[in-house]
């Protein structure tokens, strides 16, 4: 049976009529999503579109991409850039991190992240890969050997990351002498790194030295604004 046209039900049975007097956990998942939506385009009613809505998510298990919900006939660039703003907020703040993503809000939240490369005797400088959540996306490394202008180019550091879409980066590496202490080169390739950044649109949070007994921050150290 075709859905009511969102005209043709009662006002108390309306999506944000009903969210105003009962809350949102009272409405079925169709109307959640008709409660986005608002309106369907001309000619193609809300109630009737949001049960296609429906149907994808339940299909994708959640899944969806902003390309499957503009294959849906009425759902256009707005839309779509709605629903997947929702969904993200609620899992942001309802579900935490997604699975097996750790959330990074400290540069010691990183420490597990590079263990592995503390206590090797060459410098292998990795790059970990942020969602807008601060969730890690990915840590990769980017170069093993010294550290230096010619080995730790912004080409490398950023390609994975504008593939993973990320939304900032956390830089690390280590020191195999046990100093802690930044070199000029550290300092020279934290800048040029920053400003690649920035001019990408994927901002350098922090960069971190790490040996075997500790870890420097250079963004709480002021070498990185």
Same mark, same amino acid.
């Given at each position: ?9 009662? +006002?108390?049975?309306?999506?944000? %009529? ?5 809350g ?6 169709? %109307?959640? @999503?008709?409660?986005?939506? &608002?309106?369907g385009?001309?000619g193609?009613?809300v ?7 429906? !149907? ?5 298990? &959640?899944?969806?991409?902003? +390309?499957d919900?503009?294959? $849906?006939?009425? #759902? ?5 850039s709605? #629903?997947?703003?929702? *969904?993200?907020?609620?899992?942001r ?10 959330? #990074?809000?400290c ?7 590079v ?6 005797? !060459? ?10 959540? &601060?969730?890690? #996306? ?5 170069t093993?050997g ?18 993973d879409?990320a939304a ?5 590496h280590?020191h195999?002498?046990g100093?802690?202490?930044p070199s000029? !080169?550290?300092?020279? $390739?934290?800048? !040029? ?9 994927i901002?350098?949070?922090?960069? @971190? $030295? ?9 963004? %709480?150290? +002021? *070498?990185?604004?």
């Amino acid at each position: 049976m075709a859905p009511k046209k969102m005209k043709d039900l009662p +006002g108390c049975d309306r999506p944000r %009529e009903k969210i105003e007097a009962k809350g949102a956990g009272a409405l079925t998942t169709r %109307e959640l @999503i008709a409660a986005i939506l &608002g309106r369907g385009p001309r000619g193609n009613d809300v109630s009737a579109l949001s049960v296609d809505v429906e !149907q994808l998510v339940a299909e994708k298990s &959640g899944d969806i991409s902003y +390309g499957d919900l503009c294959s $849906i006939e009425g #759902i256009g660039p707005s839309k779509a850039s709605q #629903i997947l703003a929702c *969904f993200e907020l609620g899992r942001r703040y309802y579900a935490g991190p997604g699975p097996d993503r750790t959330k #990074i809000t400290c540069p010691r939240d990183l420490l597990p992240l590079v263990a592995d490369i503390r206590k090797k005797r !060459q410098e292998y400088f990795v790059c970990t890969t942020l969602n807008g959540a &601060g969730e890690v #996306i990915d840590t990769r490394t980017v170069t093993v050997g010294l550290l230096n202008h010619s080995l730790v180019h912004p080409r490398e550091v950023f390609s994975d990351a504008v593939t993973d879409r990320a939304a900032s980066v956390i830089l690390a590496h280590n020191h195999p002498s046990g100093s802690l202490e930044p070199s000029p !080169q550290d300092i020279a $390739i934290t800048g !040029q790194l920053a400003g690649a950044g920035e001019i990408l649109g994927i901002p350098v949070l922090d960069h @971190i $030295i790490v040996t075997g007994d500790g870890y420097l921050s250079m963004k %709480e150290r +002021g *070498f990185l604004q």
